[in-house]
């Protein structure tokens, strides 16, 4: 089996040219100006006709969550639904977050996760390991996570008495962290400012969705962020704060850059689009937009683009924690607090971001394979196999048709959850044709190949 | 009796001026061009000719520790020594740390603490209650010391296990420090972070005290300074960052302050004139400089006297925690977390602001005034009792010979601490004549007064 | 002549207290608990009740154009109708901007605004020297206008061609004011910038009075602040950046304190409470909003509350430059370039602090007094002259009642402006009583005063 | 011809792998994990062993002065001595400014700067083309300029009488590289600044090399920024800053990057690695130091290598201005202001950045190749023709050295300045094997290649 991509526009993070694109196998082995299908002596060849798309490699997304035991419930997708979703759009690998309860086993809790995805995962997938213990019985359960090919560490300042780690075990793991060159991504927000607003806000008879921002409003992410930077100047362990979503989160990780710190920072597609007065609708509709951290002040979302845009901001992924409303959602119908949060996003990453951050110019094409893809592979420890359009890679491609006209809508969505946060609004731009290691699966927005394909992507550590 | 003070420069925190004060019984009663002691028709009123000196209102020591148990050791000084000490250089008024152990009663650590000022004390004297427990069962005790003159808290982010208070803790007292109008005072450094490199320095064999700097870095105290603001601004509460040593913890305070966070910053006088290389001094001489926040690179020094230029930084203190050398500070001969932490210098700071402050032209007198009397008296609810020349003012007044010269040095000290950290260095300017509310109580430098004439100034808060 | 305030909260910079003032002649000269008038063996003693109301320095305005030639046009109040409005609404000085044009001689120039004001203002003034010139030739005459008691110079960056200054002679000028103790307040705009942002948007078709705005947006200001605060840096002057209107300019100023450079930073009323919508309202009405800087995003006006607050911006103006709409402002109506600058406001500005910033508790009525009053006589060298209620100041008072519920109005304008830019507002607080230097001016927003009464206040150097 | 790199470590601005590298004609036409030299049925393979060294990307200098009339004296190379001294260090391309007098006619300087260089250097190499005047008689001719090849313009804000802009002339020329899509790049200190400071000095007879730096402080290059960016936000022009060389300046460059500008930052290497103290060496040698903006405090190299590494700041330059010691420098024996500026740097810069910047991990391998190649080409439209090791690419490469121990030295320099900058100091790494195009032009520092090779390298605009 082989393909042959013919006359795109290959976008790459640096580049924008005119070529054609050949895979053998489940890797690109050539690029050029034309390549004649005839010369090829080969049976099998199918010709892609990319004149007037894109070519883009395969996009990334660095922070999902799939199976999540999360407040009471669980995420609704499975990695079925959600890698059909995530491929639909465009999306060739994930990045999962384990998510394992404070007494659950490190190991094991790796094994669980990777069980989920294994033989039935349509796309590649990794993971970050989440550390919500660290006592010295269990460290050397995470070297041996580590050397099972997950690179990469997720701490959590936030969700007191879950998922929380102490300072004094923060420190111990980003210790260990610098020591194996594991990256430490970060959920900052501080647990206990979050648990006393939330106390106050209930006790004041504030139940509803449009409390849980003023639960935790900027100066507490911007605290976490300060805070996990503070710890990378002490151990030297690089990090990565997640989900950042408001100007002064952005700014105190560009100050601590400018000291020297090693941090790098990820978007995610909801704070790009959204803001707080969705949140606030009425009749409990605000609890689809309740997401940690929630939604901002609109004046954050151009912050957000124009870091994209300076490459400040190295990623954008969706945090996609997906839960139904009509079972889900509703039981935090008397206290915001029990809301489960998450927007589901997986599926309508990539088109967000082109039509409302390419199409009017907030960013470049190649700011968006950047930070949708490339820079994920790169920071992650999975480029050149990932993230790139090269002679040697992954034959992981997206030809996107910058031309389609839409709207997003759940009646278009793959992912188990009963609502679309963008329902009706305006889409501009349409995977066309994705493929996953030279075999195309997913064409015109739908799913088209082959279940149990995924593979597990091991990486190294790279942070050292 | 009666004082007339006549022809003096008067300089307060926004004037300079020439005239004649007269004070009867405890208060200014009178401030004129010229006023004739014969008019008075008093038989005793002590006339002394402040001419060619500046009269400024009594100094205010904003930060001080006299009964401290700490470290394995106690404070060497006592109330009369250390209120001697203080007089002589000009100090008329002194705010002391009440700091309780972990498990002692609130109200019976004040009582124990204002004891041993009580007719002991040669001058005015006032506390900062510390918050090291805030339990439910021991909150009511807080509101009775408040009840009892006490209007602003201390609390401390650092020393593990010992004064530190948890978060949960920190953000209930907070709310009601808020709900009393009571300021509250911070050591910012974080606990666990300090803790953490205190034992990877000692692990790597690195015991000495030139290795207490680098186990509290800037970074530790700007993100207890940003972690302090963000509870304020979630709380309400007003604040005050204590020992602010260093431009990133200053530009952290100024950041929130901006963001309409009520933040005051002090400073201590022993970061404004000594720097990092003072602890590194060699035979265990650096033991004498071991302060928490440790002293500096030179460069902040400058940033500090720019921040009292402008009043950005509110006031001077000394952070005056007596500790001998030959049997005190010895003890951290093994391990530099064993050196009891100070630096006395209540003696002192008056003179170093004016020799190393106002003579080279780095602040004006009006900032010296502002700074070492009279924004500490308005913060902490004392103005214009204290802090203040005006008709109806206590008549705490200093003489100041700014024409003297000498040096600094322990043959001059009244503290009972064994060397001065200042030893031999230049010293322009002294304070002639201190009064306390009407009386002399120190003259060129020496101690010709009263003991136990100091009384409580109890306070209201005025923080709501 | 006396006066006997009895029963007023004394509302000072710093202060807040029950007590009775009684001012002889001119001056305030016992300020006590409580004064009885019969004991004060005095006929003529006028005692006014201040009970239940504050009793405020009398304020002063630090920005102010009355006589104005000013693009083709002449401002429309003269100092009777100015200094009547101002007295009304609480402010008993002003400090009015001299604006020769760029051939003038500049004593003359001195000597033709003075005389506008000699015999006919009803309150005190002093004046600010516009330098639009500094060629060698003239320089002398400045120095002659400083030994004539004006102690401040002004300079436009802005008004192209008109007013602005090339850099060769802003350089000149400050090593003068330095030399001199002379402090530079600046406008702080790029003549250049805006002059090709007007011209483009004219060649666009983009006349009306909303195109104002964008031809010059808030980074031409925060440029101009950082240019006039780097020749600050070069020469060592002392600078003062007038109505500053938006985050980025008072950053900048802010960034240059911290390095070190002597800057004040002035707010104007205008900026405070109106946003740029008002600039766009139809029908040209939003010419009446034209000023410069213009009015800005309403996020802007949090930022210089909580600069009020902190008092890193140290004053509230005016920039009162009264145009009528009918005939003056018209004049625009074919190119906003052509509208006169200016939104009188001279009246108001006391009401508008006390209405929208201590009222909604975003300053507290020190930092009130601070800003509108005390700070400016201290900056510009006329305190305790003014700004101060002490004994020896001059009895400039205000007796202000919070409990006033009322509507700002052109009906009870005294400026000859035919439109109140506030019209219908909400007004919360009114002066009851005005004294300049003993004598009552205004009661009740109603001058009732004498015209002519008014003197120059001369002012020395305090800059040096 | 045809060329086989065996073995290296392939070095990108992203990627670090082992592979070999086939190059035939100009270009590389193949990259494999093992390509066999008897496979490729050529007979004129040269084979290098590239086995235990890195294999660079061609680095390109952004910023190169040859031909330069300047302070009365010519700059003392010539592209004969520039090329080869630039090829021996591993530079293969570079950037030179061409500097105008301002009368000149631009597109006649075009063509004489460019006659220099064609069929004479060793190298490639491409313009800026200096915009020291732009009356409207001479725009069309930039427009022809830009039509020739040349998508980058020069503008200096210093310099004043010789080079510098109006404000006015900024504007229009900004607003042509807008609409035209050419980047400017800027010298960004404000001449009327400097020449005041330049006189004050003089006039204290202040005349040594050591006062030079004093004469354009921090703030002189942090305020042009300042200008530069302000005008890039107005004109939406791309701009870049060149010889960045401060703190202040890098601030405030970000800082309009976070508002949107779209501004790129240029660092050269004697700012990296050379501080102050050098230009205030004694018997007049700090002359050889003397460049502008001056050498910096030390403590802004490190902010210098934290933006490199985190890519905040761009690109590495030298800004190669060569300019004997013994008859050019000694020009400004009695001014500094005569002393004409430049620090010869082409042959040393890599060096340089490996030893200092590599060796001791301040920044990482690929941040070197980014900064001294990648970005240089991305950033002016030459990539992936240049700055790339890729199929297609020209084959210019650096098999470099890391292991190579030595100190630089005169005696090692091509260039035909008579001192060197760095004489005797440490250096670490050398280029092995210098390719342009397929040929070796440069093997172990010294050049073995054609003169007259080298191409100039037409651009189109990329910043539209």
């Not at 969700?159 to 929380?164: N, R, S, V």
């Amino acid at each position: 089996m082989a393909l042959l991509i013919k006359g795109g526009r290959i976008i790459t993070a640096t580049d924008d040219y005119v070529a054609d694109i050949y895979c053998e196998g489940e890797t690109i082995t050539r690029i050029d100006k034309s390549i004649d299908a005839a010369s090829l002596k080969k049976n099998d060849v199918e010709v892609i006709d990319a004149s007037g798309k894109y070519v883009f490699p395969g996009f990334i997304d660095p922070h999902v969550h799939i199976y999540l035991p999360f407040m009471g419930s669980f995420a609704i997708d499975d990695y079925e639904s959600a890698s059909k979703a995530a491929l639909a759009g465009g999306t060739t690998t994930l990045i999962e977050m384990i998510c394992p309860g404070p007494t659950d086993e490190p190991f094991a809790a790796f094994e669980t996760w990777k069980s989920k995805a294994e033989g039935i995962s349509a796309m590649d997938y990794t993971f970050h390991m989440s550390v919500v213990r660290f006592e010295a019985a269990v460290r050397e359960q995470f070297k041996q996570i580590v050397d099972a090919g997950v690179a990469s560490f997720k701490v959590f300042l936030a969700y007191k008495g879950a998922l929380d780690l102490s300072d004094e075990s923060l420190f111990a793991m980003m210790q260990m962290a610098k020591k194996l060159g594991v990256i430490v991504t970060a959920h900052c927000e501080n647990a206990e400012a979050v648990d006393a607003m939330q106390k106050l806000l209930l006790a004041e008879g504030k139940t509803g969705p449009e409390w849980h921002g003023p639960s935790r409003p900027p100066a507490v992410e911007a605290s976490g962020v300060n805070h996990i930077c503070t710890f990378a100047s002490l151990t030297g362990a690089h990090v990565y704060t997640v989900h950042t979503s408001c100007e002064d989160a952005v700014r105190q990780a560009e100050a601590a850059r400018s000291r020297g710190v090693k941090v790098w920072i990820e978007s995610v597609a909801p704070h790009l689009v959204l803001d707080e007065t969705y949140a606030a609708r009425p009749n409990f509709e605000g609890a689809k937009y309740v997401m940690s951290p929630p939604l901002r002040e609109k004046k954050n979302q151009q912050v957000l683009w124009n870091g994209l845009a300076s490459r400040s901001i190295s990623t954008v992924g969706t945090d996609h924690a997906p839960f139904r409303f009509a079972d889900q959602k509703v039981m935090g119908k008397d206290a915001f607090t029990k809301i489960p949060n998450g927007i589901a996003t997986i599926q309508e990453r990539v088109d967000l971001v082109h039509t409302y951050g390419v199409v009017p110019g907030k960013i470049s094409l190649q700011a968006m394979v950047d930070s949708c893809s490339t820079k994920v592979a790169e920071i992650f420890g999975m480029y050149p196999k990932k993230g790139a359009i090269q002679v040697g890679s992954d034959a992981d491609l997206v030809v996107y048709d910058p031309e389609f006209r839409g709207t997003f809508s759940q009646a278009d969505s793959l992912s188990k959850v009963d609502y679309c946060a963008y329902e009706g609004w305006e889409r501009r731009g349409r995977a066309s044709v994705v493929t996953l290691r030279g075999e195309v699966q997913a064409r015109d927005g739908k799913f088209v190949g082959t279940t149990g394909r995924g593979q597990f992507v091991a990486r190294e550590p790279t942070h050292g």
